[in-house]
């Protein structure tokens, strides 16, 4: 459908900023181009629909665009700008049916078939009822339904859209997203630029990644949507989750450390599972500490996350009891801290040998901070048993904080006062 | 969807019975008045062939009068109308800004300065009983145009911005040239002041014959291009998306609409304000669609025009006002209570 071959693109000053790119969009795809910016994805597509001139080959259904007129590109490729507004009164009408340009004959009026492609196009993108509304009094998400109509109206073979979403708000965001996600579930093939990964890995089947002009990576999101790529990309730490609905990928941002640390000030212990230990890990590891955790299931979310901090872990085998050999482990692990945090977790059979090691801390002499936001008892699963460790460490000197930020203050303070 | 057009194909027959009826009214009053049903008898029966139940010799004054005189001014009137009116739509168009008008990049500050120069240095000379004054103003201008076109232009491509910048820098240097050139004419300088302020007073057929060919090449040039002109509207990179060529377009017009304001103000001098307020009162009827913008731009002109130059031969007779103060007067306080009244922006 749409092939590029070594494509050299730029604003004629001497300086490319498409240096070399290529790949191929297959009929029928869903293809998003993501990067930084001023990585030249805005760029790329100009050097795509002819506006830019380019060096390399862009061939559309195997025919080079510059040998192409750009009447004859405007019928196969329509292109979706960032921001469409014009101070004219145009009609919406009016506006669609600039898309027939290229089919219009000089001095002719247009045929039944240029209107009839103008009103699909508007039904296709449910603009039909404001038809007579004035461009330049509707809103942005309108609008930009609007000239997706007027793009749709040149019939073209591929859909080249560019942030299309970036000066929407989120419900006229994920609007536009459906809305070319059934265009292209209708056969029409579709590239995008788009700023927001969480939507490309959303709604794209395809993904190239571009960096300083080059492409950094290029195929199916699960593979090129990796927190390495995204670091190399675009200079952040990120986590890559699944969405639970839909199993799609979505990544969340890791803020940058707030203080730089030279000095370990403790080594802390975190008990946790299932999410509940992210927020103190990372937390205390911004603090200053040096964090483990255990024992956590493998695939746990805690244990995803103290992965990727490089945080050290007991693990044991994905939804099994802790065993005794990992529960030693701990021990052993729990000798070498200062501090040990019982995170908010519901308490099974399972793991209840975790009670056991924080109970064996405080006979450690260490100091256990329990943290019960929801109190133990509407998460005990022993029937009772964990209740009972529980307020037996509370007897023997366990602290309570009621939240992650308790736990902080807490640890801060009490480490003060050991130095 | 098509009932936009029947309006729209309504308004043009409206403006064109408005510009006939300016237009008769225009030849009948005057110095001599002529009666309205005279000029109609007197103009049908010359198409249509007709006697007509007058005596001969009134017939006759009247016949000289609307024919040596009258009609050169009225058709010259029209013609002035119509190129400064679309001049201006296409301006306001390429440009996408309000302000254009076919004086903003230097018609008017080049034609003035040519035609100081021919009235000063030059004066008395012509060329086939002509006066030098229109051929050096359509030099000034065209050259004017010209130039700040290529100072503007960067390589293949002519910014809108630069060429408007380019074209205030270039009107504020001629400007003070004229002004330069005025020191060694003191004499002519009531001529000149008059020219400047623009006026049909003593134009002939001659005149009439010298902006025929300019408008029968420019007009359906410039309406060639009007489906064109919209979409230059949503911006250059759109069009050009959209499968227009954007660049060449941008300059034909450029340089037709500019060729089409130049032989206007060289035959009639510089009168303000018709190519600024003609397309914005049209386009707050007609909507922004060039297809009926163009025709109706250039009829209601032309109405304009004639109707403004009747004013000026006749509130102060037999003192003339020029023609430029009258459009300016009437204009400007339009143009601002259409500024105020629109509150959705001026297109």
């Known amino acids: 459908m749409l092939r590029l071959e070594d494509v050299y693109c730029g604003y004629g000053d001497g300086k490319e900023i498409i240096k070399g790119v290529?790949?191929?969009?297959?009929?029928?795809?869903?293809?998003?181009?993501?990067?930084?910016?001023?990585?030249?994805?805005?760029?790329?597509?100009?050097?795509?629909?002819?506006?830019?001139?380019?060096?390399?080959?862009?061939?559309?259904?195997?025919?080079?665009?510059?040998?192409?007129?750009?009447?004859?590109?405007?019928?196969?490729?329509?292109?979706?700008?960032?921001?469409?507004?014009?101070?004219?009164?145009?009609?919406?009408?009016?506006?669609?049916?600039?898309?027939?340009?290229?089919?219009?004959?000089?001095?002719?009026?247009?045929?039944?078939?240029?209107?009839?492609?103008?009103?699909?196009?508007?039904?296709?993108?449910?603009?039909?009822?404001f038809a007579e509304s004035k461009i330049n009094e509707l809103s942005g998400g309108e609008a930009q339904r609007v000239v997706i109509a007027q793009a749709i109206a040149q019939e073209p073979k591929i859909l080249i859209l560019d942030e299309p979403t970036s000066h929407l708000d989120i419900n006229y965001q994920l609007e536009i997203m459906e809305l070319v996600k059934k265009l292209n579930e209708d056969g029409l093939t579709v590239l995008m630029v788009i700023h927001d990964l969480n939507l490309a890995a959303a709604y794209c089947k395809r993904l190239i990644i571009l960096k300083d002009g080059l492409v950094l990576d290029d195929g199916p999101i699960d593979s090129v949507l990796t927190d390495d790529n995204i670091l190399k990309s675009f200079g952040v730490d990120v986590l890559v989750h699944r969405n639970p609905l839909t199993g799609k990928k979505y990544i969340t941002s890791v803020p940058k450390p707030s203080v730089l640390r030279d000095k370990i000030k403790g080594r802390i212990h975190v008990i946790c599972g299932s999410g509940a230990g992210t927020p103190i890990m990372y937390g205390l590891r911004d603090m200053g500490y040096l964090v483990s955790a255990g024992v956590l299931n493998v695939l746990d979310t805690d244990e995803e996350v103290a992965e990727k901090f490089g945080i050290e872990v007991v693990s044991e085998a994905p939804f099994s009891s802790i065993s005794d050999d990992a529960f030693k482990l701990n021990l052993d692990m729990i000798k070498g801290v200062d501090f040990v945090v019982l995170a908010n977790i519901p308490i099974g059979e399972g793991n209840i040998k975790n009670l056991f090691a924080a109970e064996k801390a405080i006979e450690m002499g260490k100091i256990v901070v329990i943290l019960e936001e929801t109190p133990i008892k509407e998460r005990d699963y022993t029937g009772g048993k964990a209740a009972g460790l529980i307020n037996n460490l509370y007897r023997q000197g366990a602290v309570s904080a009621k939240d992650n930020g308790d736990v902080f203050k807490i640890i801060g303070s009490m480490s003060e006062c050991q130095n | 969807?098509?009932?936009?057009?029947?309006?729209?194909?309504?308004?043009?027959?409206?403006?064109?019975?408005?510009?006939?009826?300016?237009?008769?009214?225009?030849?009948?009053?005057?110095?001599?008045?002529?009666?309205?049903?005279?000029?109609?008898?007197?103009?049908?029966?010359?198409?249509?062939?007709?006697?007509?139940?007058?005596?001969?010799?009134?017939?006759?004054?009247?016949?000289?009068?609307?024919?040596?005189?009258?009609?050169?001014?009225?058709?010259?009137?029209?013609?002035?109308?119509?190129?400064?009116?679309?001049?201006?739509?296409?301006?306001?168009?390429?440009?996408?800004?309000?302000?254009?008008?076919?004086?903003?990049?230097?018609?008017?500050?080049?034609?003035?300065?040519?035609?100081?120069?021919?009235?000063?240095?030059?004066?008395?000379?012509?060329?086939?009983?002509?006066?030098?004054?229109?051929?050096?103003?359509?030099?000034?201008?065209?050259?004017?145009?010209?130039?700040?076109?290529?100072?503007?232009?960067?390589?293949?491509?002519?910014?809108?911005?630069?060429?408007?910048?380019?074209?205030?820098?270039?009107?504020?240097?001629?400007?003070?040239?004229?002004?330069?050139?005025?020191?060694?004419?003191?004499?002519?300088?009531?001529?000149?002041?008059?020219?400047?302020?623009?006026?049909?007073?003593?134009?002939?057929?001659?005149?009439?014959?010298?902006?025929?060919?300019?408008?029968?090449?420019?007009?359906?040039?410039?309406?060639?291009?009007?489906?064109?002109?919209?979409?230059?509207?949503?911006?250059?990179?759109?069009?050009?998306?959209?499968?227009?060529?954007?660049?060449?377009?941008?300059?034909?017009?450029?340089?037709?609409?500019?060729?089409?304001?130049?032989?206007?103000?060289?035959?009639?001098?510089?009168?303000?304000?018709?190519?600024?307020?003609?397309?914005?009162?049209?386009?707050?009827?007609?909507?922004?669609?060039?297809?009926?913008?163009?025709?109706?731009?250039?009829?209601?002109?032309?109405?304009?025009?004639?109707?403004?130059?009747?004013?000026?031969?006749?509130?102060?007779?037999?003192?003339?006002?020029?023609?430029?103060?009258?459009?300016?007067?009437?204009?400007?306080p339009f143009f601002i209570y259409l500024l105020k009244r629109s509150k959705r922006g001026l297109f």
């Open chain 2, 1 to 332: 969807m098509h009932r936009f057009k029947g309006k729209n194909i309504s308004y043009i027959f409206i403006l064109l019975i408005l510009l006939g009826g300016v237009m008769l009214l225009a030849a009948s009053m005057g110095a001599v008045s002529i009666p309205l049903t005279a000029t109609l008898r007197i103009v049908a029966s010359k198409i249509f062939d007709i006697r007509i139940s007058l005596d001969e010799g009134t017939i006759n004054t009247y016949e000289t009068i609307l024919f040596k005189v009258r009609f050169a001014r009225v058709v010259l009137a029209v013609f002035v109308g119509i190129a400064l009116s679309v001049s201006g739509v296409v301006y306001q168009g390429i440009f996408k800004n309000p302000m254009a008008d076919p004086y903003i990049i230097g018609v008017s500050s080049g034609a003035a300065l040519g035609a100081t120069i021919a009235a000063i240095i030059f004066k008395g000379l012509g060329v086939l009983g002509f006066s030098l004054v229109p051929v050096f103003a359509f030099i000034g201008a065209t050259t004017t145009v010209f130039f700040v076109y290529n100072l503007a232009r960067t390589g293949t491509k002519v910014p809108v911005a630069t060429l408007l910048l380019a074209g205030v820098a270039i009107g504020a240097l001629l400007h003070a040239a004229t002004s330069f050139v005025m020191v060694f004419g003191t004499k002519d300088l009531h001529f000149i002041i008059f020219w400047l302020m623009g006026g049909f007073s003593s134009k002939n057929w001659d005149h009439v014959m010298v902006m025929l060919p300019f408008l029968v090449v420019g007009l359906p040039l410039i309406f060639y291009f009007s489906r064109d002109l919209n979409l230059l509207l949503l911006g250059e990179e759109r069009a050009q998306q959209l499968g227009i060529e954007a660049e060449r377009i941008k300059k034909i017009l450029i340089v037709v609409a500019s060729l089409l304001a130049a032989s206007a103000v060289a035959v009639s001098g510089i009168i303000g304000f018709v190519g600024l307020i003609v397309p914005h009162m049209v386009r707050l009827v007609t909507g922004p669609d060039h297809r009926f913008l163009i025709p109706c731009s250039a009829l209601f002109g032309a109405s304009f025009v004639v109707f403004s130059d009747l004013l000026a031969r006749t509130l102060m007779a037999p003192t003339e006002i020029p023609l430029g103060v009258i459009t300016a007067l009437f204009g400007a």
């Open chain 1, 22 to 129: 290529s790949f191929n969009v297959e009929k029928g795809d869903f293809v998003g181009i993501v990067g930084p910016n001023g990585c030249g994805k805005s760029t790329l597509i100009k050097g795509v629909s002819g506006v830019l001139r380019s060096k390399g080959k862009v061939l559309l259904e195997g025919k080079n665009i510059r040998e192409m007129s750009i009447k004859q590109i405007a019928k196969k490729l329509a292109i979706v700008p960032q921001n469409f507004r014009t101070e004219f009164g145009f009609t919406v009408y009016e506006i669609v049916s600039m898309g027939r340009a290229p089919y219009l004959k000089r001095f002719r009026a247009e045929t039944s078939k240029d209107i009839c492609a103008t009103e699909n196009a508007m039904r296709s993108t449910d603009t039909l009822r």
